[in-house]
C-alpha cells in the first residue's frame, strides 16, 4: 500500500473541518445533548415509618420487584444474571426473597455475617444504599432507577436486621 504525503493529510483535514461548519462559515457543533445537572434527590425510597426488622418485611419493602427501590423490578439491575447491575456486583435479587437474601450473604459479599453483625453501617450493603448523610446530601449509589435516598428510619430498619445475624425471618 503506497503511504500518503502531506497534502493528503492537509486536505482530510480541510473537508474534515468543512462537514463541521454551516453555509455562514461558524463552526457548529456541541450543543448540549443532556442536563450535565447532578440529581435532585427529594424523593425518599420509602414511606418513613419503617417496620419490624425481618428479612420478610425488608424484603417487601425495600428489595422485592413491588417495591419503590426494588433490586429487579425495572429489568436492568439485579433481577436476572443477564442484567447489567448483576454483572459489576454479583448481587442477584430476582423476584425470590430467599434467593435475594442468599444472594446479599453469598457471592456479592453485601452482607458478612458474623462480621457485619457489630458494625453493620459499614457492610457492603450499607455502603452503597443512598441515603442522608446528615447535610442533606445522599451518599452510596443504590437505586439507580429511581433515585431516591432511604429514610433515616428505612436505614435503621436494614441496620437492626443486620445486627439480629440478618435471619431468614
Known sequence: MRARGPAFLFGMVVVALAAC??????????????????????????????????????????????????????????GTQNEPGFGSSQFLCGADKGACRDSLLGGSGLVQVPKDQATPDKSGLLS?????????????????????????????????WIKNGAAND
Open 128 to 160: 452503597v444504599i443512598r441515603r442522608d448523610d446528615g447535610a442533606g446530601k445522599p451518599r452510596g449509589t443504590m437505586p439507580k432507577r429511581p433515585q431516591c435516598t432511604f429514610s433515616k428510619a428505612a436505614i435503621d430498619r436494614i441496620q437492626a
Open 21 to 78: 461548519s454551516d453555509a455562514s462559515s461558524d463552526v457548529t457543533g456541541g450543543e448540549q445533548k443532556f442536563d450535565t445537572a447532578p440529581p435532585k434527590f427529594t424523593d425518599t425510597c420509602d414511606d418513613g415509618k419503617g417496620g419490624a426488622p425481618t428479612w420478610s418485611g425488608v424484603y417487601t419493602d425495600y428489595f422485592s420487584p413491588t417495591s419503590r427501590s426494588g433490586c429487579a423490578g425495572d429489568k436492568a439491575c439485579h
